[in-house]
T-cell receptor, first 112, second 116 residues
Framework: AQSVTQLDSHVSVSEGTPVLLRCNYS??????LFWYVQHPNKGLQLLLK??????LVKGINGFEAEFKKSETSFHLTKPSAHMSDAAEYFC??????????FGQGTELSVKP | EAGVAQSPRYKIIEKRQSVAFWCNPI?????LYWYQQILGQGPKLLIQ????????DSQLPKDRFSAERLKGVDSTLKIQPAKLEDSAVYLC??????????????FGSGTRLTVV
């Protein structure tokens, strides 16, 4: 069975400082992993995805994530936070049959 | 390309009433999903269709929830009777039939249900 654990329910950073959102996964086979973002009252937007190609995945808006099989991690990073990055972020693993299994979410706050 | 359309956008009902949500997926997407997102949690799959057949409804509370996709295109999710704990955002998503595990999803904006 697949599952994801987001290690922080809330992360607060200052504008211009790095962002790190942590995610560990569990999967009985080589997983597909995703990060989605959800702005208030908006739909889910795909940031990036890992599907067994390069382990360092670049996404939209300057975000990237690194797949580390030995650590079963897929942490999301960004070198410099922007106010518009404030949102809820979900780490997601692809399950059998194409369904998505979401983590609990990490709320990112960005202070001026 | 048009996105996944959902309606209504918001709905407020009293407990024990019934409610229905509608979803129109992206044209050509054979697979359609309904997810429930309770406040403060990640979305959880309720039901998955492939064309007009059910692939996975193991998490659907079948005593009160039902869903159909009669012509393999749009879909309706119904709750009857609603309970307070059904308050959530109901998200519809679609993907191509041959999308790799979890890839190629497009989500709709969701229907926010409040049960009072």
């Amino acid at each position: 069975a697949q599952s994801v654990t987001q290690l922080d329910s809330h992360v607060s950073v200052s504008e211009g400082t790095p962002v790190l959102l942590r995610c560990n996964y569990s999967s009985s086979y080589s997983p597909s992993l995703f990060w989605y973002v959800q702005h208030p009252n908006k739909g889910l937007q795909l940031l990036l995805k890992y599907t067994s190609a390069a382990t360092l995945v670049k996404g939209i808006n300057g975000f990237e994530a690194e797949f580390k099989k030995s650590e079963t991690s897929f942490h999301l990073t960004k070198p410099s936070a922007h106010m518009s990055d404030a949102a809820e972020y979900f780490c997601v693993v692809g399950g059998q049959g194409g369904k998505l299994i979401f983590g609990q979410g990490t709320e990112l706050s960005v202070k001026p | 390309e048009a996105g996944v359309a959902q309606s209504p956008r918001y709905k407020i009902i009293e407990k024990r009433q019934s409610v229905a949500f509608w979803c129109n997926p992206i044209s050509g997407h054979a697979t359609l999903y309904w997810y429930q997102q309770i406040l403060g949690q990640g979305p959880k799959l309720l039901i998955q269709f492939q064309n007009n057949g059910v692939v996975d409804d193991s998490q659907l509370p079948k005593d009160r929830f039902s869903a159909e996709r009669l012509k393999g295109v749009d879909s309706t999710l119904k709750i009857q009777p609603a309970k307070l704990e059904d308050s959530a955002v109901y998200l519809c998503a679609s993907s191509f039939l041959d999308s790799p595990s979890g890839s190629g999803y497009t989500f709709g904006s969701g229907t926010r249900l409040t049960v009072v």
